[in-house]
């Protein structure tokens, strides 16, 4: 059984366009993040969320909106994509998060090519 | 604040042992992660060092030096399926691992 979960795995679209990436973990987990991975196979963190709540939000673009119904699922909008939004998206999660006060490890789902034309 | 350096690239031969360095400058530090990620695919978890010393998990161990800034990934008896990079992350106060570049392995026959 799949733990991390993300969809699409690909997705092409033009300059402009909105588009929302899916992710669901059947862990158990308290903590879901999304990170961007660019070309140069940089992985950096863009948000986490703790039970349903925002925890980190570093600096991206307000375009970027993430939406969490339950705790098992974070998802990721994108207003007015952009050239430089090419990436890949890995969604993530762990137990505990930075809540407990320690670092748990952190399950990836299989990532989102996103391509913008 | 966080900064991690690690090597862009390296190259072994099937069979060897090689070394991946890491060092860190993080605030409230308190631990370092190793993934490894293949091409295409998602990381996933190798290690994780909080106290001072060598931890080891079958062909796989991994160091860290708390005083120095520096941990370092050790894998003995490599095989062709071991090519893939390999991230370093240290975590400070926000308990959020911050993740370097990577480090590219290239494992040749």
């Known amino acids: 059984d799949t733990a991390v979960s993300q969809t699409p795995k690909y997705l092409v679209t033009q300059m402009g366009n909105d588009k929302s990436i899916k992710c669901e973990q059947n862990?158990?987990?308290?903590?879901m993040y999304w990170y961007k991975q660019d070309s140069k196979k940089f992985l950096k963190i863009m948000f986490s969320?703790?039970?349903?709540?925002?925890?980190i939000n570093e600096t991206v673009p307000n375009r970027f909106s993430p939406k969490s119904p339950d705790k098992a699922h974070l998802n990721l909008h994108i207003n007015s994509l952009e050239l430089g939004d090419s990436a890949v998206y890995f969604c993530?999660?762990?137990?505990?998060?930075?809540?407990?006060?320690?670092?748990?490890?952190?399950?990836f789902g299989p990532g989102t090519r996103l391509t913008v034309l | 604040g966080q900064n991690i350096d690690q090597p862009t690239e390296m190259t072994a031969t099937e069979g060897a042992i090689v070394q991946i360095n890491c060092t860190y400058q993080?605030?409230?530090?308190?631990?370092l992660f190793w993934y490894q990620q293949h091409a295409g695919e998602a990381p996933t978890f190798l290690s994780y060092?909080?106290?001072?010393g060598l931890e080891e998990k079958g062909r796989f161990s991994s160091f860290l030096s708390r005083s120095k800034g520096y941990s370092y990934l050790l894998l003995k008896e490599l095989q062709m399926k071991d090519s893939a990079s390999y991230l370093c992350?240290?975590?400070?106060?926000?308990?959020?691992?911050?993740f370097g570049r990577g480090t590219s392995l290239i494992v040749h026959p």
């Open positions: 993080t605030s409230g530090f308190n631990g």
């Open positions: 969320y703790n039970n349903k709540e925002l925890i």
């Open positions: 993530a999660s762990s137990q505990l998060g930075g809540t407990g006060g320690r670092t748990d490890t952190q399950y």
């Open positions: 992350a240290s975590s400070g106060g926000s308990y959020i691992p911050t």
């Open positions: 060092n909080v106290l001072d």
């Open positions: 862990l158990g987990h308290d903590t």
